[in-house]
């Protein structure tokens, strides 16, 4: 009896209770401001927060692997800086798009690269190459912004999309992404290279000893997450209509907060795309919230460490409780 007790038990996604949080969040600044409920605005939200949510996404790879890359902002920036400028050289719209998200690749791989070959953790390689991309952007657009103008250029359809010239009920950067997310989780999940990621994550010397090749995933997730964070310039680009020397300068806490909040452990061995996705909302939430209700955007941050935090500490108690229970 008792076992069949057991398996009628309802089981809920791992991703249900920061689904509840992001629900009660949205209640309570709803409840103190109703207009923050508008569609339009809960629409504007989500957008702004799309390339933030989809770094999230891909940065669960690392972290269910023990690893955290630091660089990706200036990847996306340094990524956007090169599809603009090929722009403006004349270079074809789709062609300096490729070229912008294949540079973030380049810079993913050479994250890999170094960490497999001098045998530290991505965060140690990650510290020296973000200060790298950034010198190298601040270079390339002479610490200046990078502005497409080109009439040319501003009618083309990708600007006009995702820059919402063209209206659609649902923002396009919006579909892109959780498309995108879609992809992401099912590679994570079903497929041999997400199942390797996570086992490297678990135990990388069981890993390696299981026949995983540990280097050649790690500077393969590496690549990935250089070409999310090219993507995200690119929409970032097309989205803005332009890149400053400062964009993706911010985007570290938001992106690890995402993931962390989504449930996804520092530790490594587990992951959750969908979570991230919900963390970025509620870090999105967070943020617009707070300036819904007249309080200085500056507690934002303050705010989101402490869900941080929180959330860290939850997810201690649970694997705490699971592997007593076990």
């Known amino acids: 009896m008792a076992q069949k007790a057991k398996s009628r038990r309802v089981k809920f996604p791992e991703e249900a209770s920061v689904i509840v949080a992001l629900l009660v969040l949205v209640g309570i600044v709803g409840a103190l401001r109703p207009t923050f409920l508008k569609p339009e605005n809960l629409l504007n939200l989500a957008a702004s927060y799309s390339i933030s949510a989809l770094l999230a996404g891909c940065i669960v790879y690392l972290l269910s692997m023990g690893e955290i890359d630091l660089s990706f902002g200036w990847i996306l920036n340094l990524s956007a800086v090169v599809a603009g400028l090929s722009m403006i050289a004349g270079v074809p719209v789709w ?31 990650t510290l020296g190459t973000a200060s790298i991309f950034q010198g190298l952007s601040l270079i390339s657009n002479k610490s200046g912004s990078v ?10 359809i990708f600007f006009r999309v995702l820059g919402g010239d063209i209206e659609t009920p649902v923002p396009f950067i919006l579909i892109f992404v959780v498309f995108a997310f879609l992809v992401l989780h099912l590679t994570l999940h079903k497929t041999r290279f997400g199942y390797r990621i996570l086992a490297i994550g678990s135990n990388p010397e069981a890993a390696r000893l299981a026949g995983i090749p540990t280097k050649k995933i790690k500077i393969l997730t590496c690549t990935l997450m250089g070409v ?10 097309g989205f803005r ?29 587990a992951g959750t795309v969908w979570g991230s996705l919900v963390g970025a909302l509620i870090v999105g939430v967070i943020g617009v919230g707070i300036v819904f209700l007249g309080i200085d955007a500056v507690w934002s941050t303050l705010v989101t460490g402490l869900v941080i935090i929180f959330a860290i500490g939850v997810d201690q108690i649970v694997r705490v409780r699971k592997n007593r229970a076990s």
Do not use: W
């Open 95 to 125: 062609i300096a798009i490729i070229l912008g998200i294949g540079a973030g690749g380049f810079m993913g791989a050479i994250n890999g690269v170094l960490t497999v070959v001098m045998r530290l953790p991505l965060i140690i390689v």
């Open 241 to 269: 209509g332009a890149v400053d020397p400062s964009t993706g300068a911010n985007l570290l806490l938001p992106v690890v907060a995402a993931a962390i909040i989504g449930g996804t452990p520092l530790s490594g061995g």
């Open 147 to 156: 502005v497409p103008t080109d009439k040319k250029l501003t009618e083309n």
């Open 228 to 237: 999310v964070s090219g993507i995200g310039g690119i929409l970032f680009l």
